[in-house]
């Protein structure tokens, strides 16, 4: 176990390593080419920082309103018969915005029916299972400049329908 710890330390350093020397000898000028690419980052980061502010800002006036509970409440119904519990539906909701406001649900979640609980169980898989799809397509796309995205939302939305939908069958199965 230690040898695992040992070499996780050491595994980015030498990724380093390999890249500035690699680029050396390909003849690249790898410190200019560094700071270009840093330039660029910056630029992106520039670039999106609105559509961050307003996803972050948006989800966090559902979340203080209490249209997020509501929903879960209207909601539950339905998901109750599909052994989704009502209290996860602002969180898939939430986790196709935003990963970090979908992380302060799953910690409510937590506090409220433990992480052991088939609720904690379809949260945790739930979480590793589905995407921010908003996030992600207005952050890649503004930075790469795709002004069409064709199938890219039907396909992440049922992506994830069959996340949620392995998350609820592997805690089912474990309960």
Do not use: N
């Not at 997020?68 to 119904?77: I, S, T």
């Not at 992440?156 to 069958?169: D, F, M, N, R």
């Amino acid at each position: 176990m230690r040898a695992l710890t040992h070499l996780s330390d050491i595994i980015i350093p030498l990724i380093i390593f390999f890249v500035v020397g690699y680029g050396i000898t390909s003849g690249v000028k790898v410190y200019e080419t560094f700071l270009k690419g840093a330039k660029d980052g910056l630029r992106i980061v520039v670039d999106i920082m609105p559509t961050l502010i307003g996803l972050m800002v948006a989800v966090g006036i559902l979340r203080s309103s209490g249209f997020f509970a509501f929903l879960g409440e209207v909601l539950a119904p339905v998901t109750e018969r599909i052994h989704l519990p009502a209290q996860l539906v602002p969180l898939l909701v939430v986790k196709m915005f935003s990963s970090s406001a979908a992380t302060g649900l799953v910690l409510d979640i937590f506090k409220e029916s433990g992480p052991d609980s088939y609720a904690g169980m379809v949260t945790s898989i739930l979480m590793s299972c589905t995407e921010t799809i908003f996030y992600t397509m207005s952050v890649y796309f503004l930075a790469a400049k795709v002004t069409k995205t064709r199938y890219t939302l039907p396909g992440a939305l049922l992506a994830t329908l069959v996340g949620t939908a392995a998350s609820v069958v592997l805690a089912w199965r474990m309960v």
